[in-house]
């Protein structure tokens, strides 16, 4: 049976921050500004845009206990829309040609308009997976959009604070999977 403790427990010594650190970004103790659904909702979000198959799986059995099925599906579908928006945002900042930003995207974002849940915890999603696949444009876009509805700074903090201790463990569990083949291949 998954548990908090045995993702935790999982977790090498090397990284024993990532262990502290994810038994409190999880909690609204550590997480201020935010409530259980959009702390598990970034949670799974975060999880899945780190691209750890296992280690998503987990997360979201764990925040089957706080979410609905749309919820879920939500931070899903946060996850797959910001992976195609974020490489096309990205490229339209980074690239030196000013004439690409006035072309259409000509790409479906429908999602966006019709999330499933509140827009605003949607928003709190997509700035999550912004931040862990490195949009500036798309993270200020969503940040913007939150506070100007009412989000406190705090609250973006919280979130992004769980995107990054979400992504850090993803990384660590996959690295320490992927341990004992290197190993026997040397």
């Known amino acids: 049976m998954t548990t ?8 090498p010594d090397y990284a024993r921050d990532l262990k502290l650190n994810l038994g409190s ?3 609204t103790t550590g ?9 598990w909702s970034v949670a799974l979000a975060s ?3 780190a691209r750890n198959v296992g280690f998503a799986h987990n997360i979201e059995t764990l925040a089957a206990a706080h979410l609905s099925a749309v919820q879920i599906d939500a931070a899903r579908a946060a996850a797959a829309i910001m992976g195609m928006n974020n490489i096309y945002y990205r490229f339209l900042h980074l690239v ?8 259409p995207a000509r790409l479906r974002m429908n999602v966006l308009a019709n999330p499933g849940i509140d827009k605003q915890d949607f928003e709190l999603l997509s700035l999550a997976v912004s931040a862990i696949n490195g949009c500036g444009t798309c993270v200020s876009s969503h940040e913007r959009v939150l506070r100007q509805h009412g989000m406190s700074r705090e609250a973006v903090q919280s979130a992004v604070r769980i995107a990054s201790v979400i992504h850090a463990v993803a990384g660590v569990l996959e690295q ?9 291949a040397a």
């Open 176 to 184: 320490e999977a992927q341990r004992p083949r290197q190993e026997a």
């Open 96 to 103: 030196e040609d000013a004439e690409y930003k006035t072309l």
């Open 25 to 27: 970004v999880l909690s």
């Open 31 to 39: 997480a201020p500004g935010l409530n259980d659904r959009q702390i």
């Open 4 to 11: 908090l403790d045995t993702i935790r427990d999982a977790i």
């Open 47 to 49: 999880a899945i845009a």
